[in-house]
């Protein structure tokens, strides 16, 4: 079964440093990848995702991805954090031959001054 | 961009009284939406999806005599939780995606329901 893995529940950063969180999946094929952020009390927001090509994809608010096949991973990056992107941030698979989304357990971010 | 809108954005409501929750996609036609329920601090899981003008396809485990869909037009779909119970706070969300769009999801904010 197909199955998303976010190994950090809480992740807590200095502003301006570099930040990556980490998301693993199970699939058999290519998989559809995403990443979603969630502010507190509010819904899910795109970042970026990812269907096929290039394995690195460029998102929005200065986040990026890089697909691993051979690490079954899509872990997200952003090189200088800000104190705005503290939110929980959840890594998504698209089941396959459906239009569902299988949600990781997320990952909280906290930003320090 | 794509818009939805998720009404009430939290409610109180009384143990065994019904409660609706909207979601309406405002610039575009949703023929599909999803349900989410999400408990604190924790992943969402997805409790149904509808499509417009037909019956809603619910998940494993989850009571479709309890959480009532209607997906009556391209641009609304109610959630009711019926005979509501405490263990029935949660936070609610729904996400939309328009014709043609696959995997194009728009989220709403969410509900956080309470019940007492």
């Known amino acids: 079964a197909q199955s998303v893995t976010q190994p950090d529940i809480h992740i807590t950063v200095s502003e301006g440093a570099s930040l990556e969180l980490r998301c693993n999946y199970s699939?058999?094929?290519?998989?559809?990848l995403f990443w979603y952020v969630q502010s507190p009390g509010q819904g899910l927001q795109l970042l970026l995702k990812y269907f096929s090509g290039d394995t690195l994809v460029q998102g929005i608010k200065g986040f990026e991805a890089e697909f691993k096949r051979s690490q079954s991973s899509f872990n997200l990056r952003k090189p200088s954090v800000h104190w705005s992107d503290a939110a929980e941030y959840f890594c998504?698979?698209?089941?396959?031959?459906?239009?569902?989304?299988?949600f990781g357990t997320g990952t909280r971010l906290q930003v320090f001054p | 961009g794509a818009v939805v809108s998720q009404h009430p954005s939290w409610v109180i409501c009384k143990s065994g009284t019904s409660v609706k929750i909207e979601c309406r996609s405002l610039d575009f036609q949703a023929t599909t939406m999803f349900w989410y329920r999400q408990f604190p601090k924790q992943s969402l899981m997805l409790m149904a999806t509808s499509n417009e003008g037909s019956k809603a396809t619910y998940e494993q485990g989850v009571e479709k005599d309890k959480f009532l869909i209607n997906h009556a037009s391209l641009t609304l779909s109610t959630l009711t939780v019926t005979s509501a119970h405490p263990e029935d706070s949660s936070f609610y969300i729904c996400?939309?995606?328009?014709?043609?769009?696959?995997?194009?999801?728009?989220f709403g904010s969410g509900t956080r329901l309470t019940v007492v």
């Open positions: 996400s939309a995606r328009a014709l043609g769009q696959t995997y194009g999801y728009t």
């Open positions: 998504a698979v698209a089941i396959y031959n459906t239009d569902k989304l299988i």
């Open positions: 699939y058999g094929a290519t998989p559809y």
